[in-house]
């Protein structure tokens, strides 16, 4: 059966394009629905963002994406998979998501920057989807609670227009992200 919901490129659009197309795509509201707990899912996210179930790789993309859309974080900082009639614990080592690519517009205060997300999603770095640094780690919250860590590549175009700046940060959106001290 073919993805009814394909991952949203951002190569080739603008931002004002990603932003809209992001608003359209949407999600299920998973921060709606309340069932019974029923469990641990088997499942868990690596470090690297790879995807378990019961000690095998989970390869399929779309299956992963499939999964992600019902991904929802608790209060408690735990993850869980959820849908109108249950709701099972899923581990996360780091971040549930990867960011796998970026594009800019803008420099300095004007500047505004998209990310590509794994689960075919894509934001706008803003307040509330705020760049953090845990360990020296970047995270990018994309949802609910949910992070985003980024793949190396991505980092590295970050980092290249963070140092660009002083103090090291970018600016997205009207937001000034500072980088922390080496």
């Known amino acids: 059966m073919p993805e009814t919901r394909p991952p949203l490129e951002l190569a080739g659009r603008s931002l004002d394009e990603i932003a809209a197309a992001a608003v359209i795509r949407g999600g299920p509201p998973v921060d709606r629905w ?13 470090r690297e963002g790879r995807w378990w179930h019961e000690g095998k790789r989970i390869e399929r993309e779309a299956l992963v994406r499939l999964f992600a859309s019902v991904l929802r974080r608790e209060a408690d900082g735990s993850h869980v998979l959820v849908t109108p009639v249950e709701k099972l614990d899923i581990e996360v080592e780091l971040a549930a998501l990867r ?8 420099d300095g205060k ?12 894509a934001i706008i770095l803003d307040g509330g989807h705020p760049l953090r640094f845990v360990d020296g780690l970047p ?13 190396r590549p991505v980092w590295y175009e970050l980092a290249e ?3 660009a700046d002083d103090p090291p940060g970018v600016w997205s959106s009207g937001v000034f992200f500072p980088f922390p001290a080496s």
């Open 110 to 121: 004007t500047r505004r920057i998209a990310f590509q997300v794994s689960d075919g999603s």
């Open 161 to 163: 227009l963070a140092l």
């Open 99 to 106: 960011i796998i690519a970026m594009t800019h517009e803008g």
């Open 139 to 151: 995270l990018v919250t994309v949802r609910g609670g949910i992070e985003a860590s980024l793949e």
């Open 34 to 46: 309340n069932p019974t707990h029923c469990g641990h899912s088997g499942m868990r996210i690596d």
